[in-house]
């Protein structure tokens, strides 16, 4: 049985091995939202991911929070806004900060708010977003005001990974992490800078947007899903999604594996990682690997 628990790099505080994402309840309502993050919390869950601040999304997740008394982190990510209720993504220090408030006095106390750089997908990204006045210093700033505890960033670039292991500012990093990128040199190498500079690193795309479940199907997996190159791969059989978690959580670094689920027994299937033991993925690592490096 696995430790339930990691520590998030430096930070002194603990995420549960998996987490909540959001990313596929767009469409959910209030009340499904809800009984998927009490699910989440009820099976051992403790981080959740807003990629979203949509409100029938934030509604669903404060009133799950009301019904528990343990505490939850909330990575709530600042530039994610949102326009007539559909997502909009900002970058102005005003409205982002706007949007962050809305999502952090929406919820009860019981959350431990990190403030997450919000999609800073490319090098050019964080070069600008990292400048004086610009995204980061907004987060300082809500930082230092006693509105979020510590600072993360999103990306899909393993380069910026890199920059933001090495950023005294920077507590914690999500990026995708999945078998499909397993042989990708600049994603080991963004994996080993946070080992180095001992940073919280949060593992997103698990299943490469569902991809990696085609099982016996050869499909194309999008760099945005890997966090790379697009690739074609022939899925193995016997790939489940209890291996995957598994590979992940075997990664140097990672802290915590975050899944989209889409429903609740997409939720509760994610939730046996913390109770299955003896997962072996070598067979499939290897036929994927071999793929891949032909």
């Known amino acids: 049985m696995h430790d339930s628990f990691r520590p998030l790099g430096s930070t002194g505080i603990n995420t549960s091995i ?65 326009r007539n209720g559909v997502y909009h993504r900002t970058r102005k220090p005003k409205e982002c900060k706007e949007a962050y408030m809305e999502v952090h006095n929406c919820l009860p106390d019981n959350h431990v708010p990190i403030i997450n750089l919000h999609y800073l997908s490319k090098m050019k990204d964080w070069e600008q977003h990292t400048r004086p006045g610009k995204l980061l210093d907004t987060a300082i700033q809500l930082r230092d005001e006693g ?23 920077i507590s914690s990093i999500m990026y995708q992490i999945n078998i499909s990128n397993h042989s990708d040199p600049d994603r080991n190498k963004a994996l080993a800078a946070c080992v180095e500079n001992n940073k919280g690193f949060i593992a997103m795309k698990p299943y490469a947007a569902g991809t990696l479940l085609s099982s016996g199907r050869k499909v194309k997996i999008a760099g945005y899903k890997r966090g790379g190159k697009t690739i074609e791969l022939q899925i193995p059989k016997t790939l489940t999604t209890m291996k995957l978690l598994q590979y992940i959580l075997d990664q140097p670094a990672v802290s915590c594996v975050v899944s989209g689920p889409s429903n609740i027994e997409e939720m509760k299937d994610n939730l046996r990682i913390f109770t299955t033991h003896e997962i072996d993925y070598r067979e499939e690592l290897e036929e994927i690997t071999n793929q891949i490096n032909i």
């Open 18 to 82: 998996l987490g909540l994402g959001v990313e596929h309840l767009k469409k959910a309502s209030k009340e499904d939202v809800r009984d998927i993050m009490e699910t989440a919390i009820q099976g051992g869950i403790n981080y959740v991911d807003l990629v979203w601040s949509l409100p029938h999304i934030i509604q669903g997740v404060a009133e799950a929070l009301e019904t528990t008394d343990k505490q939850i982190i909330t990575a709530i990510h600042l530039g994610s806004a949102h």
């Open 147 to 169: 509105h979020g505890k510590f600072i993360a960033v999103s990306t899909h670039d393993p380069k910026v990974v890199q920059q933001a292991a090495s950023h005294p500012e």
